[in-house]
């Protein structure tokens, strides 16, 4: 029987919960905004005026402070989703370039890819190259609008780009929300910086 529309999106719900989770019991990441809730807070904007979607969004916390998106990907085999992470690099390149010619500076995004399988192995190590992006660009050119590719720009976002793998059973072994915010008290993390 055909998984519905709603099991899918239950599905997905789930799944990014179980990342957020992961991902903030490392006291590093706070991601307050999720798309299900907070859709306008997860939006970038490209530079061919497409607004992407991602499905969490927040910041490093301590010293880092970055702002941070992440995509959650769920898959049992490799399926799709190097085309989809080509996508997903060429965005993260667009919306870097729009951001920092909208406010006059970069603000240093981060753009997470967290997987719960593995894809394009002969090439993992090359996946978030300067390379890769522009290849991506190259196949996702609309979201340069006729730009051309700046190469300072295109190692800055190769330096920002994230590939993690995560497991069900890492839920298993990571901090409960609890433990979590007693374990932040204690680092700090939080200190005002002024």
Known sequence: MPVDAE??????????????????????????????????????????????????????????????VVESKRYSSPGNQHKYFKEFLATAYSSTVH???????????????????????????????????RSALEEYSDLLDGREIDSKMLRRVSER???????????DISLTHEELMTVLATLNRKAPTL
């Open 7 to 68: 099991e899918v999106q239950e599905l997905g719900r789930v799944g990014v919960a179980a990342v957020k989770r992961w991902l903030e019991a490392t006291t590093f990441i706070e991601l307050n905004w999720n798309v299900y809730e907070d859709a306008g807070q997860c939006i970038a904007l490209c530079l061919d005026g497409s607004r992407k979607k991602f499905d969490l969004a927040g910041s490093f916390i301590g010293s880092r402070r970055s702002p941070v």
């Open 99 to 133: 951001e920092s010619e909208l406010r006059g500076s970069d603000i240093k995004r981060e753009y997470l890819w967290v997987t719960s399988h593995p894809f394009q192995i002969s090439e993992w190590p090359e996946l978030t190259t300067e390379e890769k992006i």
């Open 161 to 171: 780009i994230w590939i993690l793998v995560w497991h069900e059973k890492q839920e």
